[in-house]
């Protein structure tokens, strides 16, 4: 699997917000089912917190895609 980057400003973001920009999902109301119901891996390991603090370095998956957040 290839890994692909978002680039975000500040110190974090959050899950939801990260599914979001990165158009894994294309609403808030989305990501918030696919990651409770457990869809979503961080850090390969599966994480049903839909506010869940991302920082620079983490990695998410969903739907075959692998992000990585990276902090400008």
Do not use: P, W
Not at 6 to 21: T, V
Not at 23 to 32: D, F, I, P, S, V
Not at 41 to 56: A, Q, T, W
Request: contains cysteine; positive net charge; proline residues 0%.
């Amino acid at each position: 699997m290839s890994k692909e980057v978002i680039k975000i400003e500040g110190e974090f973001i959050r899950l939801q917000d990260a599914l979001k920009l990165s158009g894994l999902c294309m609403t808030g109301g989305h990501a918030k089912i696919v990651v409770q119901n457990g869809e979503v891996k961080v850090n390969g390991e599966i994480c049903e917190m839909r506010g869940k603090k991302l920082r620079s370095g983490d990695c998410f998956e969903y739907d075959g895609r692998k992000i990585e957040v990276l902090m400008v």
